[in-house]
């Protein structure tokens, strides 16, 4: 069936600011699909209030609103455009919501506008426990023993039938939010009130627990004929019981034996044929008995969910671009398959590889949360990776997780008391896989650690094949001693160079040179969608140790611009809205873009953004290996965070050229000392300062510098460990932990500067000129990290003296610097006199913010001015603002409700919004000018 041409314009709703349960996924979902009706020549008109992604940039629909995601909202573009359609598919729970709202409201029938790729039927169906329940019933499919419950009696009248353990499931939360296992009757009192309140129709499903149970999940697209396509089958390392965004998951599926496989695939099938009438995506999750394979169906998701962006970049195939063509009329065997190009997109991917994904959790920011996984999501990101078997694959994602580990242990933070291990083992944090491996290397048998885990035996043999090829290889004493054989085995199993040095105690340099005289180099391999069987058109790669490489690289010059891993509070989606637009203004420039990343949640790493896209570990050894291959002109790192920044000494040292800003510069400003110092010789004030290497040296510090004092380590993202000190019992406490946790930083100790205003300035610089982007005035005052405070472009109520001395420093910093490309300064103003705090040389958390605020593509701009292809003055740059727009930070406290919630100079925010106001009068203004007394006033 063709396109329904009588759609000529499409409105896509978005899913608004990160939460933890709810990420950048839908960011890289709502951009695939806008692009994929824009392709249609369907006018696309996007809302969404995050001005951190690409998906609310001009390249990406033809009308942005950056809008509260509000039913007056979508009132307003209705009036003011012409609509056929609303796309709710793409914007996980909160856009779903949002439909529902306005269609119970009239707002849909009102302006003759229909919902497509959805049937909001199938989505109540889904959403509603009982309802579902009942329905799987019907059709003959399996599901836990429950009963609904409204009240605190129903929920106990439901326990008492059922028994212990059993599972509160709230209705119509996001991430797991409120739910939990219950394994004794004293604790369900609590669990059950707590999913009661959390459910916004006070409303939770008392099931079963199935736990030990293993976890499946699929993922489906279907069309309006009836046609079903299964897209991927992802197995979940960890049983039920740990939600599966806290899961580490690995795909194809592992340990499914083929009958239990084609049950599953039936029952998928039949599941989303059952579910209304809509064309689009579906996401399926079941529960096997790993003893008689007995299959439960655990719940569905009839729309674009959260693990769709992880499908789609371990198949190759673009889920949420084909979802978004069948939600218009087409059917799966009218679009072609976007990576071959030849195939159709009703033929199912195949793999012949394995991914595993890995989650990426920031307890460190939640002091006091409860470390334990379990059915309520926690974790912040995720990493991929991919490799010819499962132990490449998990040591990678390992190596790509940046939590300083160099692959699945084998390393310096192994755990060796037995009883801490096993303990761990049963009760699960986001350590498990560490000690899991720990465990077998002390000794613990196999059936214990399954019977601890509830993990299925052939992964625990898998790990268990880890220890005993470490075992071999501690009998040597030197890298030349390892045998060819063992040596590329050792590789092709995942080892890093550094796991493998740490094992015989040598260098890791030693490793690297006897590895590469081996001849043992890295080859990389297409992510093809069919295994080969048909060619492949897209120049999507991972690493492995084969003997064939299929990446040729071009003779076009090259720029690589490395990403910035997982998402973690401190870094997360707005540097990939930056590598994005990296990416296409090195294309205009006339080079070959080359992006390395490890995020499945972004569209950087889409198969099509970049000319060529490594999907590997932002990991040292692994990029080396790519440039070898590659030979670029050089490497972007400004616009990849904290992550790709610190990777800049490691080019330095290799003769790599580092685009923009060089070493020098970025070095200058990360190191605390020699900062401080070419501030003193610039005349430009600063707080007090000293840098200590002991707890002793601290003290002194902090007495010649005055109480209060804010303490940090070096070299760190987010604020972390940041905090401000009264006294020596405080600081020394403080110190000693920030030793303990990073043995290898200094610890820098500032004087804080209390009840002072704080603000900052964007700016791109060119050697000649330097442009102010944006100068954002915080509401809350110095002493609350930057990334959580509310900021006002422009400034609201800082003096002009002020901003021209704000001005003025940032000249000179930029100057002295050398910068060329991006710089952000963070000030603080005290008795109107500005001091510099910190320069951050790359692109900032605040970057798209600006760009969004004052519509100019600064991105682009920057980009080229880091290439040398144009000078600032080249640029036409016309700011268009009529009043302020805010950055309002929003935090994921409802996840961790023991945590301490009150705000410092540890970030603590998962995402932000923005919202434009006239004036300072607007009532929305004045309740975050009220929340700043209120912190002066503690």
């Not at 169906?297 to 729309?303: S, T, Y």
Request: charged share 25%; net charge negative; hydrophobic share 40%.
């Amino acid at each position: 069936m063709p396109k329904d041409n009588s759609i000529k314009s499409i409105l896509i709703i978005g899913s608004g600011p990160i939460i933890i349960g709810q990420a950048c996924e839908f960011d890289y979902s709502g951009t695939q699909a806008s692009r994929s009706l824009r392709e249609e020549g369907i006018e696309v008109t996007l809302i969404n209030s995050n001005p951190a992604t690409i998906m609310t940039d001009p390249v990406t629909a033809d009308h942005i609103y950056l809008l509260p995601l509000t039913v007056e909202s979508l009132v307003q573009i209705l009036e003011e455009r012409q609509i056929d359609a609303v796309l709710p598919t793409m914007g996980g729970q909160t856009a779903l919501n949002l439909a529902i709202e306005a269609g119970k409201q009239g707002v849909w029938d009102k302006y003759n506008v229909q919902l497509v790729g959805v049937d909001l039927d199938a989505i109540e169906l889904a959403e509603n426990r009982e309802a579902f329940r009942k329905h799987m019933i019907d059709i003959g499919l399996s599901v836990a023993p429950s009963y609904i419950a409204n009240s605190f009696l129903e929920g106990k009248d439901a326990a008492q039938k059922i028994g212990y353990p059993l599972v509160i499931r709230p209705s119509y939360t996001l991430g797991g939010t409120g739910g939990g296992f219950v394994h004794r009757e004293e604790e369900f009192d609590a669990a059950l009130r707590r999913g009661l309140d959390m459910s916004p129709t006070h409303e939770v499903l008392v099931e079963k627990a199935v736990l030990g149970w293993k976890e499946f999940e699929l993922e489906l697209l279907r069309d309006a004929n009836d046609n079903v396509v299964i897209i991927c089958t992802v197995e979940n390392l960890d049983p039920m019981g740990i939600h599966t965004g806290d899961s580490i998951t690995v795909a194809p599926a592992m340990t499914l034996s083929d009958t239990a496989y084609q049950q599953m695939r039936d029952e998928a099938i039949q599941a989303m044929r059952s579910l209304g009438n809509f064309a689009g995506g579906c996401n399926i999750q079941f529960s096997q008995n790993p003893e008689t394979e007995e299959l439960i169906v655990i719940e569905i998701n009839p729309r674009v969910s959260r693990s769709s962006a992880l499908a789609s970049k371990a198949t190759g195939y673009p889920i949420a671009k084909i979802a978004a063509k069948l939600a218009i009329g087409y059917t799966l065997d009218e679009l072609k398959n976007q990576i071959t190009k030849t195939t159709s997109a009703y033929f199912e991917p195949t793999l012949d590889y394995v991914i595993v994904k890995m989650p990426r959790w920031n307890f460190a920011k939640f002091h006091g949360a409860d470390h334990r996984l379990g059915l309520q999501m926690k974790s912040v990101g995720e990493v991929m990776a991919i490799g010819r078997n499962f132990l490449e694959a998990l040591q990678k994602a390992c190596q790509s997780q940046e939590n300083n580990r160099t692959g699945l242990g084998a390393d310096k933070k192994e755990w060796i008391r037995t009883s801490d291990i096993l303990d761990r083992l049963e009760q699960v944090s986001d350590d498990r896989i560490y000690r899991l491996k720990d465990a077998l290397r002390l000794g613990v048998p196999e059936k214990t650690v399954q019977k601890l885990t509830h993990i299925d035996p052939w992964f625990i043999k898998q790990i268990k094949r880890l220890v005993k090829m470490e075992e071999r290889l501690m009998r040597f004493n030197v890298a030349e001693d390892i045998p060819e054989d063992f040596f590329r085995e050792l590789k092709q199993t995942g080892y890093s160079d550094a796991q493998i040095a740490w094992l015989l105690r040598i260098d890791e340099k030693e490793v690297n040179r006897q590895r590469k005289q081996l001849g043992i180099r890295r080859t990389y391999k297409l992510v093809d969608t069919c295994a080969a069987e048909f060619e492949a058109q897209t120049p999507y790669y991972y690493s492995t140790f084969d003997t064939e490489n299929e990446s040729i690289p071009s003779e076009k010059k090259k720029i690589i611009v490395l990403g910035s891993g997982p998402n973690r509070i401190g870094q997360g989606i707005e540097f990939d809205y930056c590598c994005v637009h990296g990416l296409l203004a090195i294309k205009e420039a006339g080079y070959e873009s080359v992006m390395i990343n490890c995020n499945p949640e972004t569209v950087s790493t889409d198969f099509d953004v970049a000319d060529k896209l490594y999907f590997e570990p932002v990991y040292w050894e692994h990029i080396k290996e790519i440039l070898d291959l590659e030979k670029p002109e050089g490497v972007i790192v400004q616009l990849g965070g904290q992550t790709a920044l610190k990777l800049a000494e490691q080019f330095h040292k290799s003769g790599v050229n580092i685009i923009g800003s060089s070493y020098n510069a970025l070095d200058l400003a990360e190191d605390r000392g020699r900062f401080s110092d070419l501030l003193k010789e610039l005349d430009i004030p600063y707080p007090k300062y000293g840098v200590a290497d002991d707890a002793d040296e601290a003290l002194a510090i902090a007495n010649r510098v005055s109480y209060p004092v804010l303490v940090r380590p070096s070299y760190v993202l987010g604020g972390q460990r940041m905090r401000i000190v009264i006294n020596d019992e405080e600081l020394e406490r403080h110190v000693l932990s920030i030793f303990k946790h990073l043995p290898d930083n200094k610890v820098l100790i500032d004087q804080f500067l209390e009840r002072a205003k704080e603000a900052e300035i964007d700016a791109i610089c060119d050697g000649e000129e330097v442009h102010i982007m944006g100068i954002m005035e915080h509401i809350e005052p110095a002493g609350i990290h930057s990334g959580d405070s509310s900021a006002v472009l422009p400034p609201y109520s800082l003096s002009q003296n002020v901003i021209d001395q704000m001005i003025k420093y940032t000249e000179r910093l930029a100057f002295a610097l050398k910068i060329k490309g991006l710089i952000n300064i963070q000030f603080a103003i005290k008795d109107e006199k500005v001091y510099v705090i910190e320069a951050n040389p790359r692109a900032s958390r605040t970057t798209p913010f600006i760009a969004k605020a004052y519509q100019v593509p600064y991105l682009k701009i920057a980009t080229h001015v880091m290439l040398g292809t144009h000078k600032l003055k080249d640029f036409n740059i016309e700011k268009k603002l009529d009043g302020y727009a805010i950055k309002v930070p929003v935090f994921s406290f409802n996840k961790f409700p023991n945590v301490d919630k009150n705000l410092g100079p540890e970030m603590k925010s998962t995402g932000e919004a923005i919202r434009f106001i006239k004036d300072t009068t607007d009532p929305f203004f004045r309740e975050l000018d009220r929340n700043r007394s209120m912190y002066l006033t503690r």
